[in-house]
T-cell receptor, first 111, second 113 residues
Framework: DQQVKQNSPSLSVQEGRISILNCDYT??????FLWYKKYPAEGPTFLIS?????DKNEDGRFTVFLNKSAKHLSLHIVPSQPGDSAVYFC??????????FGKGTRLHILP | DGGITQSPKYLFRKEGQNVTLSCEQN?????MYWYRQDPGQGLRLIYY???????QKGDIAEGYSVSREKKESFPLTVTSAQKNPTAFYLC????????????FGEGSRLTVL
């Protein structure tokens, strides 16, 4: 049973426009959410995170929004750049517990 | 430089053989994790360890074994009991009680011939 769901396997966005990647979760005990970016044959790298006590966290072009009542979070990238083309994983954790990943969304930035 | 080192990067194995993947970190992290990545499956947790000499099964532990004799090291053995071992394996570490931000190694690709 998937606790972290990324329902869009892929997404294509024009360069310069906004990319929005979505993630849903089922476990109400999760209190920390993270986004990772992954290129082929490499390990994922941390992008941005948000604690359950917040509803928004911003870092440069990346913003994560958390809607606890809907158990939904999203990652906004604006403006999208060619180097943003990668697979993005949503992850969630409860304090001192294992970290669960979604299946990922492949983002294609179109020229 | 601090980081996580996985070796080997590529490994080929015949059916019926056990193989051990190495993971070493010098970040002084308490917790270490092994994930497996398959196309369309995302990252699935195999085993994790939050402290030396202790580890827990993840979601797909069958056919795998681990040890955590030292804080810096968390080797993963893929046994002959693992039905479909060909995959990309990722090791990660973090501090327990922290934010959950994982630091990943570069991965090891195992191919069973």
């Amino acid at each position: 049973d998937q606790q972290v769901k990324q329902n869009s396997p892929s997404l294509s966005v024009q360069e310069g426009r906004i990319s929005i990647l979505n993630c849903d979760y089922t476990n109400s005990m999760f209190d920390y959410f993270l986004w990772y970016k992954k290129y082929p044959a490499e390990g994922p790298t941390f992008l941005i995170s948000i604690s359950s006590i917040k509803d928004k966290n911003e870092d440069g072009r990346f913003t994560v929004f958390l809607n606890k009542s809907a158990k939904h979070l999203s990652l906004h990238i604006v403006p999208s750049q060619p180097g943003d083309s990668a697979v993005y994983f949503c992850a969630a954790s409860a304090r001192d517990d294992k970290i669960i990943f979604g299946k990922g969304t492949r983002l294609h930035i179109l020229p | 430089d601090g980081g996580i080192t996985q070796s080997p990067k590529y490994l080929f194995r015949k059916e019926g053989q056990n193989v051990t993947l190495s993971c070493e970190q010098n970040l002084n992290h308490d917790a270490m994790y092994w994930y497996r990545q398959d196309p369309g499956q995302g990252l699935r947790l195999i085993y994790y360890s939050q402290i030396v000499n202790d580890f827990q099964k993840g979601d797909i532990a069958e056919g795998y074994s681990v040890s955590r004799e030292k804080k810096e090291s968390f080797p993963l053995t893929v046994t002959s009991a693992q039905k479909n071992p060909t995959a990309f394996y990722l090791c990660a570490s973090t501090n327990t009680g922290g934010t959950g931000e994982l630091f990943f190694g570069e991965g090891s690709r195992l191919t069973v011939l």
